[in-house]
């Protein structure tokens, strides 16, 4: 991964409120420990990683936004390589945030970010 990779998020039906993605697209939840999870744009493809998502996987998705690792740098986010998991699994690791709201706050940035770039895939 270089500054320009893009990191695929997932984007379920329930995180889009009028054609737009909410922040919990960006949100890690309690059970990801401030680890979210994404997939490696120099691996794979927007429609890939849907596919692997929604057919290997078995999870619903209605398509895919994307940050690059060097705006998630911008808000001290490491982005961690896991092919432990799969071949193109990445983590977006929020540790560096101590509080609820810094997390929150991010998930926004990075929200409008990937907003503005809009979607990479969809169904």
């Not at 695929?8 to 949100?27: A, D, K, L, W």
């Not at 429609?47 to 936004?65: I, P, R, Y």
Request: proline share 4%.
């Amino acid at each position: 991964m270089n500054n320009e990779t893009m990191l695929y998020r997932q984007v379920h039906p329930t995180m889009v409120e009028n054609g737009r993605v909410t922040s919990q697209v960006f949100r890690p939840t309690p059970k990801d420990k401030k680890q979210l999870s994404a997939y490696d744009g120099d691996q794979i493809t927007a429609e890939n990683s849907w596919q692997h998502f929604t057919n290997t996987l078995s999870f619903v998705s209605v398509g895919v936004v994307g940050v690059t690792v060097e705006e998630c740098q911008h808000h001290h986010l490491d982005t961690i390589p896991d092919p432990k998991t799969f071949r193109e699994h990445v983590l977006i690791d929020f540790s560096s945030h101590d509080t609820e709201n810094q997390i929150k706050k991010t998930s926004k940035l990075l929200r409008s970010v990937a907003d503005n770039r809009g979607w990479l895939y969809k169904i």
